[in-house]
């Protein structure tokens, strides 16, 4: 069964931290994905990755980056962690190309809070 | 503007009612359709794919892509309590990956 886990369901953190957001995939796919979801706004696209030595950014990525070291794991990095930055976050991987590649499989999200 | 607009709702129907939900959006690039359902607490689920412009169906669900009109459409027959959950549409220019979400439609049936 298909599964995408991310680190922590609840996370709380004060300004000006830096903090990591962790998700790992089991199924070995190619394509990893880092979305934040706001009421109103729907989700959208931080950074992304198609392979282990490719990442590319999304539509919002600034005060964000990303890790890849290995294909199973993308990993969130706030730098210094704002206010504005308090959302639900949601990993995501898909299979890559040349396969059934466009559904994304989701984890179950990261609530966090900034203070 | 985003590029992929969706009223937030929440629509609520009664149990056994068609719920019709869509989508408009503005990119002509735009080439792959997905409706996807997130239920309460849970990451977004892939509930229909289209490619281009047509209908789909999958059991109580179909699925329209209108290009000409940049209108998506979701459609559920016979609802049940259990599809209570929120549709959020979405659209890319490529099969793999980077997709544009709408804001999500919350759809509430009442028994």
């Given at each position: 069964?298909?599964?995408?886990?991310?680190?922590?369901?609840?996370?709380?953190?004060?300004?000006?931290?830096?903090?990591?957001?962790?998700?790992?995939?089991?199924?070995?796919?190619?394509?990893?994905f880092w979305y934040r979801q706001?009421?109103?706004?729907?989700l959208r696209l931080i950074?992304?990755?198609?392979?282990?030595?490719?990442?590319?950014?999304g539509?919002?990525?600034?005060?964000?980056?990303?890790?890849?070291?290995?294909?199973?794991?993308?990993?969130?990095?706030?730098?210094?962690?704002?206010?504005?930055?308090?959302?639900?976050y949601l990993c995501a991987?898909?299979?890559?190309?040349?396969?059934?590649?466009?559904?994304?499989?989701?984890?179950?999200?990261?609530?966090?809070?900034?203070? | 503007?985003?590029?992929?607009?969706?009223?937030?709702?929440?629509?609520?129907?009664?149990?056994?009612?068609?719920?019709?939900?869509?989508?408009?959006?503005?990119?002509?690039?735009?080439?792959?359709?997905?409706?996807?359902?997130?239920?309460?607490?849970?990451?977004?689920?892939?509930?229909?794919?289209?490619?281009?412009?047509?209908?789909?169906?999958?059991?109580?669900?179909?699925?329209?892509?209108?290009?000409?009109?940049?209108?998506?459409?979701?459609?559920?027959?016979?609802?049940?309590?259990?599809?209570?959950?929120?549709?959020?549409?979405?659209?890319?220019?490529?099969?793999?990956?980077?997709?544009?979400f709408?804001?999500?439609?919350?759809?509430?049936?009442?028994?």
């Open positions: 069964d298909v599964k995408v886990t991310q680190s922590s369901r609840y996370l709380v953190k004060r300004t000006g931290e830096k903090v990591f957001l962790e998700c790992v995939q089991d199924m070995d796919h190619e394509n990893m706001d009421p109103g706004l729907g950074y992304f990755s198609y392979d282990v030595k490719m990442k590319e950014k539509d919002i990525p600034e005060g964000y980056s990303v890790s890849r070291e290995k294909k199973e794991r993308f990993s969130l990095i706030l730098e210094s962690a704002s206010t504005s930055q308090t959302s639900m991987s898909s299979l890559g190309v040349g396969g059934s590649d466009y559904e994304q499989y989701f984890g179950p999200g990261t609530r966090l809070t900034v203070t | 503007q985003k590029e992929v607009e969706q009223d937030p709702g929440p629509l609520s129907v009664p149990e056994g009612a068609i719920v019709s939900l869509n989508c408009t959006y503005s990119n002509s690039a735009f080439q792959y359709f997905m409706w996807y359902r997130q239920y309460s607490r849970k990451g977004p689920e892939l509930l229909m794919y289209t490619y281009s412009s047509g209908n789909k169906e999958d059991g109580r669900f179909t699925a329209q892509v209108d290009k000409s009109s940049k209108y998506i459409s979701l459609f559920i027959r016979d609802s049940q309590p259990s599809d209570s959950a929120t549709y959020l549409c979405a659209t890319s220019t490529d099969s793999w990956g980077k997709l544009q709408g804001a999500g439609t919350q759809v509430v049936v009442t028994p």
